[in-house]
């Protein structure tokens, strides 16, 4: 069988220290600060980027879609006036 581990021995309670210092409010507001100014610049450079893109992609697509232009569709028409075929019913 195993031999028993040993307890180390009782020294009293134990005084547990406290921090000495806060943190600084001035190291907040500068984090906070900084962290304002790094969402502006992302906001900025996406708003950028995706200008771009736009701007790429209306060079590349000049072609309009054939159904922008006639928004009716193809012959044969089967009901070309729904109100008045209902009326005559």
Do not use: C
């Amino acid at each position: 069988m195993a031999d028993p581990v040993p307890l180390p021995a009782y020294d009293g309670p134990k005084q547990h220290g406290h921090e000495k210092t806060d943190v600084r409010p001035a190291s907040i507001g500068l984090f906070g600060l900084s962290l304002l100014i790094m969402i502006g610049l992302v906001l900025l450079v996406l708003d950028w980027t995706m200008r771009r893109f736009e701007a790429a992609a209306e060079r590349v697509d000049r072609i309009a879609s054939p159904v922008a232009r006639n928004p009716a569709p193809p012959e044969p028409r089967l009901q070309a006036d729904p109100a008045s075929d209902l009326a005559s019913m």
